[in-house]
């Protein structure tokens, strides 16, 4: 299930994320909209310019999302067995959520940014015309270090964003639970517009994560991921923190709405 999620998410989407990248961590697109960015690749690049950096995401989008899920569960069971009632005792106001999807977020936010930081590196280079060589030989603390490159953001965005989504997943499902168990319409809604509102959370993050692993980086050296925030927010304010959102969300939409609908099918499939 999480590897049909995986695989199909960046085939649908690939060309809404590489215009979000360049206009987050290019200077030259820092001032144009989403239309021009993507006018500008396909005059230059053609398509095959729109679908850069896909190749490490296929690589490892399937594994990415198959240990999201596998950490969330695995989070989950162990927060329901061990007897502790602040894990398991429903949270005040909150419809009977117990804190476990939070303690289930984080773990698959951790899950996440352990497969996906280098390979998301990898694209983020491709998308801005960087390179993803090694300056520091083969193996080495050094290269380790070299190629999680943005992992403090990727997990900063990832915990805002999962904890959101898993959040309004469990919301809606108690709000509408006969909506929700439909195999596609409800997986539809969970990937589609749960998981937009929670990028739309965490996407200053996503912006600082752009910038730190794109070809520019050197730009934000030594910086840490607050520093990098209000630097952005001070010269840009809100239009900069939320740079790129129009494909990101577009993109968002689109790949987690068809990923998210593929996912419930299959686990609906393999309960029956």
């Given at each position: 299930?999480?590897?049909?999620?995986?695989?199909?998410?960046?085939?649908?989407?690939?060309?809404?994320?590489?215009?979000k990248?360049?206009?987050?961590?290019?200077?030259?697109?820092?001032?144009?909209?989403?239309?021009?960015?993507?006018?500008?690749?396909l005059?230059?690049?053609?398509?095959?310019g729109?679908?850069?950096?896909?190749?490490?995401?296929?690589?490892?989008?399937?594994?990415?999302?198959?240990?999201?899920?596998?950490?969330?569960?695995?989070?989950?069971?162990?927060?329901?067995?061990?007897?502790?009632?602040?894990?398991?005792?429903?949270?005040?106001?909150?419809?009977?959520?117990?804190?476990?999807?939070?303690?289930?977020?984080?773990?698959?936010?951790?899950?996440?940014?352990?497969?996906?930081?280098?390979?998301?590196?990898?694209?983020?280079r491709?998308?801005?015309?960087?390179?993803f060589?090694?300056?520091?030989?083969?193996?080495?603390?050094?290269?380790?270090?070299?190629v999680?490159?943005?992992?403090g953001?990727?997990?900063?965005?990832?915990?805002?964003?999962?904890?959101?989504?898993?959040?309004?997943?469990?919301?809606?499902?108690?709000?509408?639970?006969e909506?929700?168990?439909?195999?596609?319409?409800?997986?539809?809604?969970?990937?589609?517009?749960?998981?937009t509102?929670?990028?739309?959370?965490?996407?200053?993050?996503?912006v600082?994560?752009?910038?730190?692993?794109?070809?520019?980086?050197?730009?934000?050296?030594?910086?840490?991921?607050?520093?990098?925030?209000?630097?952005?927010?001070?010269?840009?304010?809100?239009?900069?923190?939320?740079?790129?959102?129009?494909?990101?969300?577009?993109?968002?939409?689109?790949?987690?709405?068809?990923?998210?609908?593929?996912?419930?099918?299959?686990?609906?499939?393999?309960?029956?």
């Open positions: 299930s999480g590897m049909a999620y995986g695989l199909l998410s960046p085939m649908a989407s690939q060309p809404f994320d590489t215009i990248t360049k206009m987050q961590a290019e200077v030259k697109f820092s001032n144009q909209g989403g239309f021009s960015v993507g006018k500008h690749v005059q230059t690049e053609g398509l095959r729109l679908y850069r950096g896909m190749v490490p995401i296929l690589l490892s989008t399937g594994a990415q999302k198959s240990a999201l899920f596998a950490g969330y569960a695995g989070a989950r069971r162990w927060c329901d067995q061990s007897g502790l009632s602040v894990l398991t005792d429903p949270i005040p106001l909150m419809n009977g959520m117990s804190a476990s999807i939070l303690v289930a977020s984080v773990a698959s936010s951790v899950a996440r940014t352990v497969v996906e930081t280098p390979f998301e590196l990898a694209k983020v491709s998308q801005t015309g960087g390179s060589r090694s300056s520091s030989g083969l193996i080495s603390l050094a290269q380790l270090k070299e999680y490159t943005g992992a953001a990727t997990f900063g965005r990832s915990t805002m964003m999962l904890t959101s989504f898993f959040v309004l997943c469990d919301q809606t499902e108690r709000a509408v639970p909506l929700m168990s439909r195999p596609i319409l409800g997986g539809f809604i969970k990937g589609g517009l749960c998981a509102v929670a990028w739309g959370i965490a996407w200053p993050v996503e600082v994560k752009s910038k730190v692993q794109g070809s520019e980086a050197h730009l934000y050296k030594g910086k840490s991921t607050m520093q990098i925030l209000q630097q952005t927010a001070q010269k840009e304010g809100m239009k900069g923190l939320y740079r790129g959102f129009a494909p990101g969300a577009a993109r968002s939409f689109v790949a987690n709405g068809v990923g998210m609908a593929v996912y419930q099918l299959t686990q609906s499939m393999r309960t029956d």
